[in-house]
Structure formats: C-alpha cells, structure tokens
C-alpha cells in the first residue's frame, strides 16, 4: 500500500503516481482516488485533515501507465482549506477530485449506535469463505487478493458469489491494509479512501441474479466520502454497504465504515453503471427496436 500510495514530486502542485500491475485493462478506481487524495493531502498543513472528498471518473485509467496529479489550491482560510487534484494520462485528463480540508474544532457530536455485527476474529478469511464457492467466483477473489493490498473477511456473501435472485443489495465486511503502516494520518485516511471503492458498486446486485461474467461492465461514475476523525487504516474496519437504488443501467450505493470499537469513521456513496451484455450499446441486443 505504500508503494502504490507513494508518489512522486515533480513540482510544488505536480505529482507522479505509479501504475499497479492487473489482469483488468481499467484502473482500479479507488486506487486513483487515493493518489488524488494523497497529491492534494501534500499540499496541505498536516494540521488540517480532511473532512470530504468528492470525485468524477472521466475516462479508464491505464494500469499500465503512471498517473500525472496536477493539484490547484482553491483555497487557504483560517480553518478551511480546499484542493483539486486532476488525474492525467496520455495528455487527457481521466479524473479530478475535489478535498476540503479543516482544522477539527469543538462542538456537538452524536453518531448512530452501530448495528449488531461479527468481530473480525469469529469470521473465516475470505479464502476459506470462497472454498465451497463455483471455478469463475474463486478465479474473481484470488486475483482480487493478489492485486490489493488488504486483508478482508466477510460477514455477508459478497454478490458476485451469489447464485439466485431475491438476495437483498447489501455486503458487510471487515478490511485492514495486509502490512503495518507507519504513523503518517493522511496516509491511512488515504488507504480508507483506496478501500471505498471496494464492492461498492456490486453491492446493487444480489436482486439480480449476479454471477462472475466478464462481459458485465462495471464502471464508477463519481464518488464522494465524507471523513469524520482520525484512523487506523492497519486495524480491522467495518464496512456496510447498500445499494439503494438501480435502473437505467445505473445504481446509487452508500457504506459507512466504523473501527473495531463501534465508532463511525466516514460515509461513503457512488453512483456507477453497471451494463449487461443483452443492454450494452453496440450489441446487436441493445441495437433492436
């Protein structure tokens, strides 16, 4: 995680982000959230986390190819800070990414009372969760595992295993970075980030009758993740997720992640689209009518 959270410097507002190696022709894109939100954390005072982000996907990312992040400083006040990080490859821009940034004050604080869940130590790894599962949905895992630096244990199936309709749109895991971190808080609120995009999208559907098939397109098309304190990125995190709503080829999710001890760490939604191949433009299918 910190290879592909470090980059580099060219200038005071251009960074340089590496390419991660995967069987996917596309980036994943809570990898390019996570450089973004890094590029933009750089050009900050290390005493003002950040508190929102909210992102647009352009266009596929190249794995493999670097990603350029040219940062604009929309603002410096008193307390608040704001930042924009452009991703660009091949001389397009392929993401931008709005931050703020806030000096934490006092004030009121609730929160709601978690909901019943499985520690992460009563839970099989996602492994021994995926033994009795079909060829194609442990074929999906294991390069999902080789390719992500995080350890992960389900207390729900995760859709893509599910193999009848009527499951209800939800996935609830626990997560942490496979390596220790070291003591820098933008980098595990970036980690955080990086694990946003996790299963979000999918988690539209288990109403549906979903199986491990390549010709599903899945693409995020913005991202928003609101931050609510420090974390830990190398300690377990709880993550529910919901989709709430699907149609036109499109489905809005949200998850709000909390630590082991029930505190609620950030708020997440997305809308993606997701195409089967009988409605994807440009198949014979969709061309009828």
Known sequence: MTEILGLERLEEFLFRGRGTPTESAWMFGG??????????????????PVHSVHANFLRPGDPSEPV????????????FSTRRSIGLQHGKQIFQLTASFHVPEPG??????????????????SEETLALAD?????????????????????????RTATEGGHPPVHRFWFRSAHPLPDDPLLHTCVLAYASDLLLLASALPPHRPTIDDRIMFASLDHTLWLHGPVRADDWLFYDQEGLWAGGGRALCRGAMSDGS???????????????PEHTPGTSESRRG
């Open 31 to 48: 990898e390019v959230v996570a450089q973004a939100l890094m590029a933009a954390g750089r050009t900050v005072p290390p005493d003002r």
């Open 68 to 79: 350029l992040y040219r940062v604009e400083a929309t603002r410096d006040g008193a307390g």
């Open 108 to 125: 009121y604080r609730h929160e709601p009372a978690v909901a019943p869940r499985p520690g992460p130590e009563t839970l099989v790894s």
């Open 135 to 159: 060829a194609e949905t442990r074929k999906w895992f294991d390069r999902m595992h080789r390719e992500m630096p995080l350890e992960v244990r389900f207390a729900t199936g995760p859709g």
């Open 262 to 276: 029930g505190r609620l760490v950030a708020n997440v939604a997305q809308e993606g689209l997701i195409r089967v």
